[in-house]
């Protein structure tokens, strides 16, 4: 009799017991995640308001024309001109004079209104002049002809001066 009673036996099926396992994992795993997530996810509100600052730098005196140096070996002439800070926050600037086409053997000069000119040279360059707002410095270019450079052959010839002002905000 033991031959022909036989025992149902179920066969397990290995890659969906795996499959079953796994999703359990995963079920189990997503279920502490979510928790932990919780804890540290945070929403908050916030506002600020901002605007830009005005940035206005000018410029007066020699900027604003050409000036007609009529003059001769031995004599000088003395322009003035400033550099104003409108803005609401503080520059740094550079002055840059240059004499462009060099014809004329001029010796320029320049410094802040009522001081002695500090540089003497063919082309001058002032860096980093820091300017806070609404405040104007006033600066005196002085342009020599020297005496000893009286030749005949510069009659008649003219010179080319420019100012620049470069301007950076700081603030």
């Given at each position: 009799?033991?031959?022909?009673?036989?025992?149902?036996?179920?066969?397990?099926?290995?890659?969906?017991?795996a499959a079953a396992v796994l999703l359990c994992l995963a079920l189990v795993t997503t279920y502490f995640v979510s928790g932990l997530f919780a804890r540290y996810a945070a929403s908050g509100q916030s506002s600020d308001n901002t605007r830009a600052a005005k940035f206005s730098i000018?410029?007066?005196?020699?900027?604003?024309?050409?000036?007609?140096?009529?003059?001769?070996?031995?004599?000088?002439?003395?322009?003035?001109?400033?550099?104003?800070?409108?803005?609401?926050?503080?520059?740094?600037?550079?002055?840059?004079?240059?004499?462009?086409?060099?014809?004329?053997?001029?010796?320029?000069?320049?410094?802040?209104?009522?001081?002695?000119?500090?540089?003497?040279?063919?082309?001058?360059?002032?860096?980093?002049?820091?300017?806070?707002?609404?405040?104007?410095?006033?600066?005196?270019?002085?342009?020599?002809?020297?005496?000893?450079?009286?030749?005949?052959?510069?009659?008649?010839?003219?010179?080319?001066?420019?100012?620049?002002?470069?301007?950076?905000?700081?603030?």
């Amino acid at each position: 009799m033991g031959k022909y009673f036989h025992k149902n036996k179920t066969k397990i099926n290995i890659p969906i017991c795996a499959a079953a396992v796994l999703l359990c994992l995963a079920l189990v795993t997503t279920y502490f995640v979510s928790g932990l997530f919780a804890r540290y996810a945070a929403s908050g509100q916030s506002s600020d308001n901002t605007r830009a600052a005005k940035f206005s730098i000018e410029g007066g005196g020699v900027f604003s024309q050409p000036v007609v140096a009529d003059f001769t070996p031995g004599s000088s002439i003395e322009k003035e001109f400033s550099v104003q800070n409108d803005s609401e926050v503080a520059v740094e600037y550079t002055i840059e004079v240059t004499n462009v086409t060099k014809n004329l053997p001029l010796q320029l000069s320049m410094g802040k209104k009522g001081s002695v000119p500090a540089v003497q040279k063919n082309d001058i360059t002032f860096t980093e002049q820091k300017l806070p707002g609404s405040h104007t410095d006033n600066y005196t270019l002085r342009i020599e002809w020297p005496e000893k450079d009286n030749d005949s052959t510069l009659m008649g010839k003219v010179d080319y001066i420019r100012v620049t002002v470069t301007a950076t905000q700081i603030d």
